[in-house]
């Protein structure tokens, strides 16, 4: 019988344009079954935003109600030169989100990376001043965030901020700014956008000693009235790491704070790495390609794919425990054909981290936490 409504469950997650149900009362889709718990994000990247990949589009609209992009909104892409502001594909993502009402986060107005030298330099080399920073930075968030006022239900203002021993990053940001830069930018981001929700966003935030940063953080936020709605902790996870009791407290420790808490940017790598300190989300780690950190170029092992799945059980369940305090779970892509697991830390790896695999398949995975659900 489980096995007979296992197909029936897949095939109708396979199948994103119809429903196929075990029985009358189940719903087959993420989105259906996770409705009265929080709501079920994924990311898309340039090319699903512009339909060049329709096949996962149709899974996109049949599972999921929030959407972030990926890199569109990122400085480097939306804001590359001083004069110019490219808005091509963050104006599609919005018409394809508001056409199927979905709730879209922008991603991401203040961060250390992909962000242009031009920013923080002086054509002559020299890094800017405080004043004229912080005067670049307002004009940056009135323009994107105020274009799309009434659009963008939430924007990540401040992306990875902080060190894994709860101090602030030594980024240009800080070094330029100051530490109130993190304060500036929400400032900003609620004048030209009121109605938005404001998140700060951060890797390893199950990490005490960064927990107690970010909560600090936000502590003084609320103590100068300045806007903060919630914290979202990126779930960059592998099947044994993190220890899920201390992603619990951080859960909790954020909720206690009044905010929402999200789990972003979510994707449980299988693959071994060659330092457990690499097992965040620091983009700028490249090491060369390895065969023994790259065990699966073939295709992933039935033993593993039980693995997989037996983790996002582990991780759903947590979530489930504390739907009063999570507002959204958000997927790392749609696929694992776009996951940006198969390049990192090692380009050109074969990673399986999402719950649909290179041909929009749904793996054992997604039918175990739709089962949670019922």
């Not at 307002?138 to 239900?153: D, F, L, M, S, W």
């Not at 999570?326 to 981290?353: C, E, H, K, L």
């Amino acid at each position: 019988m489980f096995k007979l409504a296992s197909t029936l469950f897949l095939t109708g997650l396979a199948c994103a344009a119809c429903v196929s149900t075990a029985n009358n009362n189940t719903p087959t889709y993420l989105k259906d079954a996770y409705a009265p718990f929080f709501m079920m994000g994924t990311a898309l990247n340039e090319q699903q935003i512009s339909g060049q990949v329709p096949e996962d589009l149709l899974v996109v609209k049949s599972h999921f109600n929030a959407i972030t992009p990926e890199n569109i909104m990122k400085w480097e892409v939306i804001h590359p030169s001083p004069n110019e502001y490219n808005f091509s594909a963050s104006d599609q993502l919005v018409a394809l989100t508001n056409e199927h009402n979905l709730f879209l986060i922008g991603h991401t107005l203040t961060w250390h990376s992909q962000t242009p030298d031009w920013v923080f330099k002086s054509p002559d080399g020299e890094l800017k001043d405080r004043e004229a920073l912080l005067a670049l930075l307002k004009e940056h968030i009135y323009t994107v965030a105020g274009r799309y006022r009434g659009q963008i239900q939430g924007w990540d203002v401040v992306n990875e901020a902080f060190n894994e021993d709860g101090t602030l990053r030594n980024s240009l940001w800080l070094q330029i700014i100051g530490p109130d830069y993190i304060e500036k930018a929400f400032e900003y981001a609620h004048e030209a956008a009121p109605d938005a929700k404001l998140y700060y966003n951060d890797y390893n935030l199950f990490k005490p000693e960064k927990r107690a940063g970010v909560v600090a953080m936000v502590k003084r936020l609320q103590a100068k009235n300045i806007p903060i709605d919630g914290v979202g902790l990126q779930g960059h996870y592998a099947l044994d790491y993190p220890d899920l009791s201390l992603l619990e407290d951080s859960i909790i420790a954020y909720g206690e704070l009044g905010i929402e808490v999200m789990i972003t940017e979510l994707d449980v790598s299988v693959l071994p790495f060659p330092d457990e300190e690499e097992m965040g989300a620091d983009v700028s780690i490249n090491i060369a390609l390895q065969s023994k950190f790259n065990p699966y170029a073939n295709g992933l092992p039935a033993s593993i794919n039980t693995q997989l799945s037996d983790r996002y059980e582990a991780l759903f369940k947590l979530f489930l425990k504390h739907q009063d305090i999570i507002s959204r779970v958000t997927f790392w892509g749609v696929n694992d054909r776009q996951t940006w697991r198969n390049n990192w830390p090692m380009q050109g790896r074969s990673d399986y981290p999402l719950l649909f695999d290179r041909e929009n398949r749904p793996k054992d995975a997604a039918f175990t936490i739709i089962q949670l659900t019922q």
